[in-house]
């Protein structure tokens, strides 16, 4: 058994040093599971698609990182967790994570249009939007804004409200 994980090990890294694709398929299926639930351990607060988001954007780095990988230096999938997390710091470091909650949690409050809805049904935007200055550049972000999906715009206007 521990000879098998060994070799598929070396036949992964083999492939990646090889710039074949497939080995990111292979790294995926081999460490994906367990990298993802250290992951899920560690940052408790992240959800199934959170993790899905962090593999993949492991699997990225992981590619373009590929000609640095020495395997002398340590095990892929020890690279491969390595990677995967730093990828939730840096997520939470630019906010990514955190505007993303925002946007859920916007999105709660104010659902967006569905077949159905009334418009009385839906949040006054517009009402915030009209105490903003009416400038050359403020009528530009207003079109900007307006042509935003629903729970974008409300992420925007809620920043703006007192």
């Not at 009402?127 to 403020?138: H, R």
């Not at 009528?139 to 703006?160: E, K, M, T, W």
């Amino acid at each position: 058994m521990m000879d098998d994980a060994v070799q598929l090990a070396a036949e992964i890294t083999q492939q990646l040093v090889q710039n074949d694709v497939a080995a990111l398929d292979a790294v995926l299926r081999a460490y994906g599971p367990v990298v993802g639930a250290a992951i899920k351990r560690k940052y408790f607060v992240l959800n199934s698609h959170d993790i899905d988001d962090i593999l993949s954007v492991a699997l990225f780095q992981l590619w373009n990182l590929r000609n640095r990988f020495d395997p002398a230096k340590g095990s892929l999938r020890a690279s491969f967790f390595r990677i995967a997390d730093h990828v939730p710091l840096d997520l939470m470091r630019h906010g990514w994570h955190k505007a993303r909650q925002r946007e859920v949690a916007l999105q709660d409050i104010y659902p967006t249009k569905g077949p159905g809805d009334s418009p009385a049904e839906q949040p006054d935007c517009e009402s915030t939007l009209s105490e903003v200055d009416t400038s050359p550049i403020q009528q530009h972000l207003r079109q900007i804004v307006d042509s935003l999906p629903d729970a974008y715009r409300y992420i925007i206007l809620a920043d703006l409200r007192p």
